[in-house]
């Protein structure tokens, strides 16, 4: 590829920040110019902050045998700093070619590279991250869609229980169960149909039904899904 030429891996992320491991399979190793590879982690977002973490670079052995040979390990002993989006690590990981194309972490011309990386904040970081995020409400759909129902607004199916009628919306039904949504939008439904009776249960049980749907979210097709 060149000298100054290098190939990015895919963004993962690790203590709040997106990060790349950077390679560079032509440089020179900077003790005596040896032809060697470069890996480094590059910073892949920021927010505009400073950002303080360890790194751990391991080129891995593929024999199989597990093994682990000093001259493809790294690790900082203290936490480096990157100021902006694309800074790297700047000291990196230097591994001769020679050494490196005669090793058992070669294989098939492919490299595989494992890079640890912790993110350093402080009590202060920690608690200016408490402040902004946002406290999320619970869900009261359940109270929402009881709302629904008692007020009538906007039904277009009529349920009729013996002498007493309860009225629905087909697209909610259609949402909870598959029962009724083929039988309103299917292939062999009928997207027409405005009443459905049932027989053989007492009003005040299927009304008693249809709260145990709100609240307590049953599923068993016609029965557990009326609302």
């Known amino acids: 590829m060149g000298r100054d ?13 997106d990060w790349q491991i950077k390679f560079c ?9 040896v032809p060697s590879v470069l890996v480094a982690i590059v910073l892949a977002s ?11 670079l391991t080129l891995l ?33 230097y591994s001769r070619k020679a050494r490196l194309e005669s ?5 098939d011309d492919c490299l595989i590279i494992r890079a640890n990386v912790g993110v350093v904040t402080t ?4 608690e200016v991250a408490k402040q902004d995020s946002i406290a999320v409400p619970s869900s009261n759909l359940g109270q929402g869609l009881k709302a629904l129902l008692e007020s009538q607004l906007g039904f ?6 013996g002498h007493k009628t309860f009225r629905a919306h087909k697209s909610i039904l259609a949402a909870r169960s598959s029962f009724f949504r083929a039988q309103f939008f299917g292939p062999v439904g009928d997207p027409d149909l405005n009443e459905i009776i049932v027989d053989d249960i007492h009003p005040s049980i ?6 145990c749907f709100f609240f307590f979210l049953l599923s068993m097709h016609v029965i557990a899904c009326l609302y």
């Open 5 to 17: 030429k290098y190939v990015y891996s895919d963004i993962f992320s690790a203590g709040g920040y």
């Open 61 to 93: 052995d593929q024999s199989g045998e597990g093994k682990l040979m000093a001259y493809n390990h790294l690790r900082t002993s203290e936490s480096e700093t990157m100021k902006c989006k694309g800074c790297y690590w700047r000291r990196g990981f």
């Open 156 to 161: 277009d199916l009529v349920f009729r229980v």
């Open 25 to 33: 399979p032509d440089e020179y190793h900077p003790s005596d110019g």
């Open 206 to 211: 299927f009304k008693v039904m249809t709260l």
């Open 46 to 56: 920021s927010g505009g902050r400073d950002v303080r973490a360890l790194f751990e």
């Open 103 to 107: 090793s058992t972490c070669l294989k």
């Open 123 to 126: 009590r202060l970081e920690v």
